[in-house]
T-cell receptor
Framework: GQNIDQPTEMTATEGAIVQINCTYQ??????LFWYQQHAGEAPTFLSY??LDGLEEKGRFSSFLSRSKGYSYLLLKELQMKDSASYLC??????????WGAGTKLIIKP | DAMVIQNPRYQVTQFGKPVTLSCSQT?????MYWYQQKSSQAPKLLFH???????NEADTPDNFQSRRPNTSFCFLDIRSPGLGDAAMYLC?????????????FGAGTRLSVL
């Protein structure tokens, strides 16, 4: 079966850095997405990785290792508004998105 | 301006009473998706349309149906809602399905079943 694993919940301090990990086992690989979802709202796109390495976009960076089936999302200079769930999703060989359950990130002052 | 619009934002229905959720898009995207998401769970794909071609997921109950009368609109019909169907229903669109095509989501409709 196909599987995406992420930690259920993480806590971090305002101004700090946090890394959210995602491991996957899917039928084929055609890219990995990270989405942010605030409570009760729709997911919004953050990043896309298809090649190994780090993609940086402002305070957020995303890393991919295809050989390890592993990605992480790095959030720097955390702000209170970053409190949300972060969902990892992999596009499989049938071009379907396989979603993780998300990591709830709690930011404390 | 919102590009994927879902109505209503909140819907309350009675057990067994049919309900329709709507989604419209201004992106002129080829693909429209319906997801069901329960609290702290991954979004679960119910079905999607590529243009007029309907693609049902194998484990989507027959109770769930969909219509796409034109490029801009897509509807989710729940014929006989049960208590287990209470969830957030998310509509998403993408230009295409492969590669870096991003799925853009509407704000969702939260369905309560009494």
């Amino acid at each position: 079966g196909q599987n995406i694993d992420q930690p259920t919940e993480m806590t971090a301090t305002e101004g700090a850095i946090v890394q959210i990990n995602c491991t996957y086992q899917t039928s084929g690989f055609n890219g990995l997405f990270w989405y942010q979802q605030h409570a009760g709202e729709a997911p919004t796109f953050l990043s896309y990785n298809v090649l190994d390495g780090l993609e940086e976009k402002g305070r957020f960076s995303s890393f991919l290792s295809r050989s390890k089936g592993y990605s992480y999302l790095l959030l720097k200079e955390l702000q209170m508004k970053d409190s949300a769930s972060y969902l990892c999703a992999v596009r499989d060989s049938n071009y379907q998105l396989i979603w993780g359950a998300g990591t709830k990130l709690i930011i404390k002052p | 301006d919102a590009m994927v619009i879902q109505n209503p934002r909140y819907q309350v229905t009675q057990f067994g009473k049919p309900v329709t959720l709507s989604c419209s898009q201004t992106l002129n995207h080829n693909v429209m998706y319906w997801y069901q998401q329960k609290s702290s769970q991954a979004p679960k794909l119910l079905f999607h349309y590529y243009d007029k071609d309907f693609n049902n997921e194998a484990d989507t109950p027959d109770n769930f149906q969909s219509r796409r009368p034109n490029t801009s609109f897509c509807f989710l019909d729940i014929r006989s809602p049960g208590l287990g169907d209470a969830a957030m229903y998310l509509c998403a669109t993408s230009r295409d399905q492969e590669g870096a095509n991003i799925q853009y989501f509407g704000a969702g409709t939260r369905l309560s079943v009494l």
